[in-house]
C-alpha cells in the first residue's frame, strides 16, 4: 500500500482496478502482487487473488488444466496461466533437476548462444552448480551470473572463478547494457511475471546483443498429449506456452524473435510419466526425482539423449523445449 493511502482510498482504488462478481473481488495479476487489504474492510466479503496472462493481461479464459486447487486458464495469445495466483511463490533456491539435466545438454546450449554471439560478456541467469558456465567459458566467453542460492553461487565462484550476484534477476544490481550475450533455461514458467523478467533481462544486454533461453512448450496441447503429460505441478509451474506465446511474450518485453529450434519431448515426458504414475498415486505432492542413488545418472542421460539425440529428428507435434534467440526491437535486422 502506497505511503499516505487511507482504508477508503484502498477500497476505491481495488474498485478501479478489479471487479466485483457474485460478492468476489478479482484483482488482476499486477495489483494482486502490491496490494494488501485490511481485514476489518474486507469483512463479509471473499478476497480472490485471481490469475491473468502475463502478456494479455486479461482473466477470462476457458479451464484448459486442473491439478488440486488451481486451475490453468488458455488465452487466446496461446498462454496457459494459474489461477488463483499462489498464495506463496516457489522458492528460488530450490531446483528439483538433476545436474545431468544441465551438464548434458551444456555444449549444446552454449552453441546455440555462439551461433549467435561469438564471443564477449554472457549473463548466464540461474548459474545453479555452474553446468552451462563451465561450458560457456571453455567456448571463450567471460561469465557473470546471478543466482538466487548462496550455496551454489558461493561454490561456482570458488570452482570457476566468476563473479556471482546473489539474487533474482528482477533484482539485480549489475550494470545495465554490460552484456553481450545472457542464457537461462527452464526460468520462464516459474518467474512471477515474465515479462517484467524478460524485460529485466533485456535491460543488461548492449545494443546488438542477444538474449538466449531454453523453454518448455507445453501449452495448447491435444488431449491425448495432456494425459500423457501427467501433472502440470502447479503452482511450481505459473505459465505454460507455445511457440506464437513466446513470441508474444518477447515483444511485450521490448525484444524481437530472431531464430527459434524446437525439439519434440514426447519420448522423455513418456518415461517419466509411465515411471512416475506409480509413486505420484501413492504421493501426489512428491517433488523428489523419479531416480535417485546410482540410477539418477543414467536415467537423466538417457531423458537428454531422448531429448536432444533422437527428438531433433523426431516430427513436431507434442510437447517441446525450445532454444530462443532473441534482441532489441531498436536494433537493426
Known amino acids: 500500500m502506497p505511503v499516505g493511502m487511507r482504508p ?23 495489483e494482486a502482487s502490491c496490494c494488501m487489504y485490511d481485514d476489518a474492510i474486507w469483512r463479509d466479503i471473499e478476497l480472490q487473488r485471481s490469475g491473468a496472462c502475463p502478456v494479455c493481461r486479461t482473466n477470462a479464459g476457458p ?12 488465452c487466446a495469445c496461446g498462454v496457459i496461466y494459474i489461477d488463483p495466483l499462489p498464495d506463496h511463490l516457489a ?14 545438454p551444456a555444449r549444446a546450449r552454449v552453441g546455440w548462444v555462439k551461433a549467435f554471439t561469438r564471443r564477449g560478456r554472457l549473463l548466464e541467469i540461474g548459474c545453479g ?19 538466487p542460492s548462496d550455496e551454489r553461487a558461493t561454490r561456482v565462484e570458488r570452482t570457476l572463478g566468476i563473479t556471482v550476484e546473489r ?3 528482477e533484482d539485480s544490481r549489475l550494470p545495465e547494457g554490460r552484456y553481450d550475450t545472457t542464457f537461462h533455461v527452464d526460468l520462464l514458467s516459474h518467474f512471477p511475471d515474465p515479462v517484467a523478467a524478460l524485460g529485466a533481462i533485456a535491460a543488461k544486454v548492449a545494443p546488438g546483443g542477444t538474449v538466449c533461453f531454453e523453454v518448455g512448450l507445453f501449452s495448447n496441447l491435444s488431449p491425448f498429449w495432456q494425459r500423457l503429460v501427467g501433472r502440470p505441478n502447479m503452482p511450481t509451474h505459473m505459465w505454460f506456452f507455445d511457440a506464437p506465446a513466446i513470441e508474444r511474450l518477447l ?3 521490448g525484444l524481437k524473435l530472431i531464430a527459434m529450434r524446437r525439439y519434440p519431448v514426447g519420448l522423455s515426458t513418456a518415461l517419466s510419466t509411465v515411471l512416475g504414475s506409480r509413486r505420484v ?27 536432444y539425440g533422437i527428438g531433433r529428428w523426431l516430427p513436431m507435434g507434442g510437447p517441446q523445449t525450445a532454444f530462443v534467440a532473441a534482441r532489441h526491437k531498436t536494433d537493426s535486422a
Request: glycine share 6%; net charge negative; no cysteine.
Open 167 to 169: 539474487a533474482l534477476i
Open 8 to 30: 477508503d482510498d484502498r477500497t476505491n482504488d481495488v474498485l478501479e482496478n478489479g471487479f466485483i462478481d457474485d460478492g468476489i473481488i478479482q484483482i488482476d495479476v499486477k
Open 63 to 74: 479451464v484448459a488444466l486442473r491439478e488440486g486447487e488451481y486451475s490453468g486458464r488458455q
Open 91 to 104: 522458492d528460488a533456491t530450490v531446483d528439483h533437476h538433476h545436474r545431468v539435466y544441465y551438464s548434458a
Open 281 to 307: 498415486a501413492a504421493a501426489p505432492d512428491s517433488h523428489a526425482p523419479l531416480a535417485q542413488g546410482w540410477a539418477a545418472a543414467p536415467y537423466y542421460r538417457l531423458h537428454m539423449f531422448l531429448r
Open 129 to 147: 552448480d555452474g553446468e552451462f558456465t563451465a561450458a560457456a567459458i571453455r567456448a571463450g566467453f567471460t561469465v557473470e551470473a546471478v543466482e
Open 251 to 253: 515483444d511485450a518485453a
